[in-house]
Nanobody, 126 residues
């Protein structure tokens, strides 16, 4: 049984930092890409960051480059979010897929990810 369990998030002020975690188990493949997506209120889910477990490929949305960093320790992936802005307010999701998806259209397409965490809310007040 595949499980992606997220933690972290909450209510913070603009300029603060937050770290999200996603612990993964039961994936039926070993060449993994882990991604973070977010869904702002009233908007569609959008790509934030992705990183392959082998090969060292990392990709970020332009809106978070230089502020967010994704990393991994064993079966837990992290999203370190610094210099948060009110527009970063969203439900954040981690997702997993075979890393082969990145060799096609890239690692950022929501449709390519079959496994998702439950989501965690991040609210940034101004």
């Amino acid at each position: 049984q595949v499980q992606l369990v997220e933690s972290g998030g909450g209510l913070v002020q603009a300029g603060d930092s937050v770290r999200l975690s996603c612990t993964v188990s039961g994936l039926p493949f070993s060449n993994v890409v882990m991604a973070w997506f977010r869904q702002p209120p009233g908007k569609e889910r959008e790509f934030v960051a992705a990183s392959t477990w082998r090969g060292g490929t990392t990709d970020y949305a332009d809106s978070v480059k230089g502020r967010f960093t994704t990393s991994r320790q064993e079966n837990t992936v992290y999203l370190q979010m610094n210099s948060l802005k009110p527009e970063d307010t969203a439900v954040y999701y981690c997702a997993a897929a075979p890393s082969v998806i990145c060799s096609g259209y890239g690692c950022y397409r929501r449709v390519d990810y079959d496994y998702w965490g439950q989501g965690t809310q991040v609210t940034v007040s101004s």
